[in-house]
């Protein structure tokens, strides 16, 4: 059974940095290609990041590139999402996902492509 657990969020001000990780359990995440996702108050849920098992490809939202990295270190079963110059706007619960054979990222720009969800973690950017 595939299972997502994501960590690393809290408080941060305007400008400060975090980094959020994605554990997997239940597969080996050398074959999956992992998104990451957010989704603030009364809003819909959005991708923000991919990145891929095939070449390791990787790809930002507008609003995120330039800031945000992802990485992933297979040994560990972890993705990771350096966040840097956090905004206001980056408030948002963060979730990673993937689906059964996403080996890339051609699907993650809908979230409704996902069929396994971590539970996600609460990222408040505030002064």
């Known amino acids: 059974q595939v299972q997502l657990v994501e960590s690393g969020g809290g408080l941060v001000q305007p400008g400060g940095s975090l980094r959020l990780s994605c554990a997997a359990s239940?597969?080996?995440?050398?074959?999956?290609?992992i998104g990451w996702f957010r989704q603030a108050p009364g809003k819909e849920r959005e991708g923000v990041s991919c990145?891929?098992?095939?070449?390791?490809?990787?790809y930002y939202a507008d609003s995120v590139k330039g800031r945000f990295t992802i990485s992933r270190d297979n040994a560990k079963n972890t993705v990771y999402l350096q966040m840097n110059s956090l905004k206001p706007e980056d408030t948002a619960v963060y979730y990673c996902?993937?689906?059964?054979?996403?080996?890339?990222?051609?699907?993650?720009?809908?979230?409704?492509?996902?069929?396994?969800w971590g539970k996600g973690t609460l990222v408040t950017v505030s002064s």
């Open positions: 239940g597969f080996t995440l050398d074959y999956y290609a």
């Open positions: 990145i891929s098992s095939f070449d390791g490809s990787t």
């Open positions: 996902a993937t689906r059964t054979l996403m080996w890339d990222c051609s699907h993650y720009d809908s979230p409704s492509n996902m069929n396994y």
